[in-house]
T-cell receptor
Framework: NAGVMQNPRHLVRRRGQEARLRCSPM?????VYWYRQLPEEGLKFMVY????????ESGMPKERFSAEFPKEGPSILRIQQVVRGDSAAYFC???????????FGDGTRLSIL | GEDVEQSLFLSVREGDSSVINCTYT??????LYWYKQEPGAGLQLLTY?????DMKQDQRLTVLLNKKDKHLSLRIADTQTGDSAIYFC???????????FGKGNQVVVIP
């Protein structure tokens, strides 16, 4: 299966800890998008990255959240000092170039105790 | 703005047609999409339509776009139990690649 791979599928953290979410795009795709889905809500855009570059981070909270997509390896969404309000499903999507339909992974469900 | 509105719940009998509606406010959208989300899963791209088109048909799926009213609909013919899911409409805009999603419409198919 050459789809978008996200891990872990489920992540539990205590308040104040760090959460690291990983996303490997589809084979041949170099554009990655992160979205957050709160309970009973639609998805909200967070950040759009190409290899080694952040293209659009207009949806990222200003503090505690960061994202990267290194030359080698998966894209990482990092949340420092997690709080209860960070509990959500985080989805990654990828495309081979901008403007193409985005294909999603199965998401990481983050729970904060 | 990027407001996308969807009604919340629809129940339909197996074999009937189901229609899911979506309205959007930004006329600068480029593509409009329908995604399906089953419980605990990610989003599956069902179909999409370019903003200068009125209709697109893909097997059991028909997408209608009314640009004047900024209204998008998805019709599923011969609805099956496997069609039970949450359906999201989404749009992209000129000049950026992010998707703006509605809150979703839950479809329950009754056998």
């Amino acid at each position: 299966n050459a789809g978008v791979m996200q891990n872990p599928r489920h992540l539990v953290r205590r308040r104040g800890q760090e959460a690291r979410l990983r996303c490997s795009p589809m084979k041949g795709h170099s554009h990655v998008y992160w979205y957050r889905q709160l309970p009973e809500e639609g998805l909200k855009f967070m950040v759009y990255l190409q290899k080694e570059n952040i293209i659009d981070e207009s949806g990222m909270p200003k503090e505690r959240f960061s994202a990267e997509f290194p030359k080698e390896g998966p894209s990482i969404l990092r949340i420092q000092q997690v709080v209860r309000g960070d509990s959500a499903a985080y989805f990654c999507a990828s495309t081979d170039r901008g403007g193409q339909p985005q294909h999603f992974g199965d998401g990481t469900r983050l729970s904060i105790l | 703005g990027e407001d996308v509105e969807q009604s919340l719940f629809l129940s339909v009998r197996e074999g009937d047609s189901s229609v899911i509606n979506c309205t959007y406010t930004d006329s600068s959208s480029t593509y409009l999409y329908w995604y399906k989300q089953e419980p605990g899963a990610g989003l599956q791209l069902l179909t999409y339509i370019f903003s200068n088109m009125d209709m697109k048909q893909d097997q059991r799926l028909t997408v209608l776009l009314n640009k004047k009213d900024k209204h998008l609909s998805l019709r599923i013919a011969d609805t099956q139990t496997g069609d039970s899911a949450i359906y999201f409409c989404a749009e992209t805009f000129y000049g950026n690649n992010r998707l703006a999603f509605g809150k979703g419409n839950q479809v329950v198919v009754i056998p």
